[in-house]
């Protein structure tokens, strides 16, 4: 019976990552201007090649054990090493450097997805994440509204 279980958990996780993907996939299409049936092949076939290449990253990278956590820890890194615990309102001291503007790009990239949401409610660097949107401003390319007829 409890393999049974694992087996079932196994299919919920996948199940759980492969509507993430889509729903990233999702979003990146909603950015763009092409009609309904180019970004639904893009979103499906993009969200098929992000889970397969997804698959292969942990091994390439070397990171062992559950990703969400690695990512956790990597931003929890990021906040005791460059904001001193915390202490630093960037890591540029007062005013954001060209490391804080790397890290936010990489972050804000992904900002309407699962794995921004988990990492603001998981890690400590949702204060710097809100410090440098203040800092640096809104995304003039994100559509807000939705996506955009094609």
């Given amino acids: 019976m409890e393999g049974a279980q694992e087996s079932w958990r196994r299919r919920l996780r996948f199940s759980a990552r492969e509507r993430e993907s889509v729903d990233t996939f999702k979003y990146i299409t909603d950015q763009t201007g092409w009609s309904w049936g180019t970004r639904e092949v893009a979103r499906w076939a993009g969200a098929v090649m992000m889970w397969q290449i997804g698959k292969r990253m942990p091994a390439k990278y070397g990171i062992e054990g559950d990703l969400r956590v690695a990512l956790y820890d990597t931003a929890n890194d990021f906040v005791d090493g460059a904001l001193a615990g915390g202490k630093k309102r960037f890591a540029g001291g007062e005013r954001p ?30 204060p710097w994440f809100a410090a440098m949107e203040e800092a640096v401003g809104g995304s003039a390319r994100v559509a807000t509204t939705g996506a955009k007829s094609g």
């Fill in 97 to 126: 450097n060209l490391a804080d503007l790397a890290a936010f790009g990489v972050i804000r990239a992904v900002r309407q997805t699962g794995a921004f949401r988990d990492l603001m409610a998981n890690s400590r660097i949702a």
